[in-house]
């Protein structure tokens, strides 16, 4: 054990006798060019997002084929606007509520623009009527 603890107090003792003088940084005198870090742009992150959305027809809501929470896209024309939810009428004659909960800027969406949503499925209301949250809102 003596032995042991005479190796240990040695080595630390070769340790703090070390020749080495600690480094100071080098400092260049070229100038450096400082460059701002980059920034994800909005629109790669959009489409990021709408790249794993599946398109959906009236039916598949109606029928409840699609996952409450699932990510859907659904084509139609905006019929009705009432304080923020929009009523997207499907080819068929069919309408589906959409929240708006678009973020940042938002393009104004009137009556009778025909729209790209993208968003998440948020079941049926009261009425029975398929509900969408609209993340994404684009007037084709």
Known sequence: ??????LIITAAFLAACSN???KEPVESTEPTKETAPTEQTSD??????????VEREYA?????????????????????????VYA???DADEILYVK???????TD????????????????DDEGVPVI???????D
């Not at 054990?1 to 005479?6: A, D, G, I, S």
């Not at 708006?100 to 938002?106: A, Q, T, V």
């Open 60 to 84: 598949a809501f109606a029928n409840d084929e699609v996952p409450v929470n699932s990510k859907v896209k659904f084509l139609g024309k905006v019929t009705a606007i009432d304080e923020g």
């Open 1 to 6: 054990m003596k032995k042991l603890f005479m």
């Open 109 to 124: 969406i009137l009556e009778g623009f025909d729209v790209s949503v993208y968003g998440t499925y948020d079941g049926k």
């Open 100 to 106: 708006d909960i678009r973020l940042g800027e938002r």
């Open 44 to 53: 790669g992150v959009e489409e990021g997002l709408k790249e794993d959305t």
């Open 20 to 22: 080495e003088e600690p």
């Open 88 to 90: 997207v009428e499907s």
């Open 133 to 139: 949250k609209g993340i994404f809102i684009d007037a």
